[in-house]
């Protein structure tokens, strides 16, 4: 792998120069993982990350309009940042680094600050954000409580999830996303089922998943069900 492909995931395309489309790509447990993480991300995630201006349809539009919308018209106790920007837990930082960034930092440490009902210390709730409101007098928790930890324990850390699948496997990822074990019958079979008569006219090509690709191979999967094929042949990125 070169230099400028460092820290990327790799992907083999069996390509069908004559067709001009991917039959299926080789990839293993990294790259599978990535893709199916696609399914945990928050919907405000996914709109924010393939820009709101550039969206097909009108998710991009409900975003736009919660931006929009004046603090007057909001609940009171709704953050619009919360609904805007959510908070994607540690398991989903840590599977998709290249559309949310990885974190190595302690979840809880011990500068991790809680926040009580600033009005009278008997109600149960806490909160890690100043702005919540008290449940039962309707009172902003902004009195302060630190997180101690236990005799003997350390702070629960954000480690690199295992993921979704199983390792030391290979697995088919097909033009539109369909992952399967890989096996020699499948690929044969694929072969057929594209009546592929010139194998002459089949090369292996190496591609690899960067941050900027994995933002297209995202926004790919919501316009076509030929992914590889558009990421990689009509834009001449293979």
């Known amino acids: ?53 550039k969206m097909v349809g009108s998710l991009g539009k409900i975003y736009e309009s919660i931006e929009a919308m004046h603090a007057n018209y909001m609940e009171p106790n709704l953050n619009k940042e919360h609904v805007l920007n959510p908070k994607v837990s540690s398991s989903y930082l840590a599977n998709s680094p290249f559309l949310l960034g990885y974190k190595t930092n302690d979840e809880l440490n011990d500068s991790t600050v809680f926040y009580r009902c600033s009005y009278s210390s008997s109600h149960s709730y806490v909160s890690k954000d100043q702005q919540a409101v008290c449940p039962s007098c309707k009172h902003y928790m902004n009195s302060g409580l630190t997180f101690v930890h236990g005799p003997g324990k350390e702070a629960a ?31 044969i079979t694929l072969l057929s089922t594209f009546k592929v008569k010139d194998l002459g006219a089949l090369e292996t090509v190496e591609v690899f998943i960067g941050k900027e690709e994995a933002v297209e191979m995202l926004k790919a999967s919501f316009l076509t069900d030929k992914v590889l094929t558009l990421m990689f042949l009509a834009n001449k990125k293979a």
């Open 157 to 187: 850390k954000v480690e690199k999830g295992t993921g979704y699948v199983k390792g030391l496997v290979t697995y088919m990822v097909m033009d539109d996303l369909i992952v399967k074990p890989m096996s020699t019958i499948s690929s």
């Open 1 to 53: 792998m070169g230099e400028a492909n460092s820290g990327k995931i790799s992907l083999k395309l069996l390509v069908d120069r004559n067709a001009k489309r991917v039959i299926f790509g080789e990839a293993g447990k990294e790259f599978v993982d990535f893709l199916f993480n696609f399914l945990s991300l928050p919907v405000g995630t996914v709109v924010k990350l393939l820009s709101k201006d």
